[in-house]
């Protein structure tokens, strides 16, 4: 099962994360399935997002870890997801 969730970048004390498709088993920095996008929690937490690749993992079934998730709803991508779903 796929899963979207953060992997780990940046220096100690400087994370930055980039949201991911992988494995559901696969290690946190593991390889990944696609790039989705970078959050960046100590520059107010700045998101950049591939919106449109995001919702097409939503739709064939994956998973958003609950981190992952409330991103996608603060940045509206979630809301795309659901009206996408009703078509």
């Known amino acids: 099962m796929l899963k979207l969730r953060l992997t780990r970048l940046g220096d100690k ?14 290690k946190r920095d593991g390889k990944a399935v696609a790039y989705l996008g970078n959050y960046f929690p100590l520059e107010d937490s700045r998101v950049v997002l591939k919106e449109e690749e995001i919702v097409k993992f939503l739709l064939n079934g994956a998973q958003p870890t609950r981190t992952v998730k409330s991103i996608l709803v603060k940045a509206g991508v979630w809301a795309k997801f659901e009206e996408a779903k009703k078509r």
Do not use: F, H, N, Q
């Open 13 to 26: 004390k400087r994370p930055s994360y980039r949201v991911v498709a992988m494995e559901a088993l696969s």
